[in-house]
């Protein structure tokens, strides 16, 4: 015979649901410590409290890392494409043309 305890969620089963529409769930009482790593994660998460130049630097560094994935780039590949742009003749507003990779 079940218990109509076992048909409850379990608290894990309910941070999961929560989690997909919020960003964390603390369960009552929770500790001072519980809630400060929450708000340091969420902080973190939300890039809140950094300097303008560091969200930037971030966003660039993110759209780099999946422009080279998408392309296959080493990040030597990257290096040599831009120092041959850099060293020819090529207005400087021009974009560097990059390399295909040719890895298989």
Same mark, same amino acid.
């Given at each position: 015979?079940?218990?109509? *305890?076992?048909? &409850?969620?379990?608290?894990? /089963? ?14 009552? %009482?929770?500790?001072?410590?519980? &809630? *400060? ?9 939300? +890039?809140? #409290? *950094?300097? =303008? ?5 971030? !966003?660039? #560094?993110?759209?780099? *890392?999946?422009?080279? @994935?998408?392309? /296959?780039? @080493? ?15 090529? =207005?400087? +507003?021009?974009? %560097?043309?990059? =390399?295909? !990779? +040719?890895?298989?």
């Amino acid at each position: 015979m079940r218990h109509r *305890r076992d048909r &409850l969620p379990s608290l894990e /089963g309910m941070r999961q649901t929560f989690k997909q529409d919020v960003f964390d769930y603390l369960a009552k %009482p929770f500790s001072v410590v519980e &809630l *400060r790593r929450c708000l340091a994660q969420a902080a973190e998460a939300f +890039n809140l #409290g *950094r300097r =303008p130049q560091d969200r930037l630097r971030s !966003s660039l #560094g993110k759209q780099v *890392r999946l422009a080279r @994935t998408e392309r /296959g780039w @080493t990040l030597r590949d990257l290096s040599e494409a831009c120092a041959s742009a850099s060293a020819s003749s090529v =207005p400087s +507003n021009a974009a %560097p043309t990059f =390399p295909a !990779s +040719n890895r298989s």
